[in-house]
């Protein structure tokens, strides 16, 4: 007797992106622009998106950053405290 455990997430997945890319080319094929139209509609999509990701990835470095250097600021606080505790003992 064979197990049935479901789809897995990458397979839900994998159907979501063929379906939506699928849609996007019967979409493409029945617009009603002329070719040269979509063909600058697509590329100004397309440059916003690249711009959309570069704000993204620079974002992300951004609090990137930023966690990095509260991590070292919390690291370095903890260092101090264990050496005024190590100072208190040996006093």
């Known amino acids: ?20 890319v699928s ?11 002329s070719g040269n139209e979509t063909r600058e509609y697509l590329g100004e999509k397309a440059r916003e998106g690249r711009e959309r990701a570069a704000a993204a ?3 992300g470095r951004e609090m990137m950053d930023q966690g ?3 991590l070292s600021s ?5 260092r101090e405290a264990y050496q005024q505790a190590r100072a208190r003992e040996n006093a």
């Open 23 to 33: 849609g996007a080319a019967v979409a493409l094929l029945y617009a009603p622009a």
């Open 74 to 78: 919390a690291i370095e606080r903890g």
């Open 57 to 59: 990835a620079a974002k």
């Open 68 to 70: 990095r250097e509260t």
């Open 1 to 20: 007797m064979a197990r049935d455990e479901g789809a897995g997430a990458g397979t839900v997945l994998l159907a979501f992106i063929l379906g939506a």
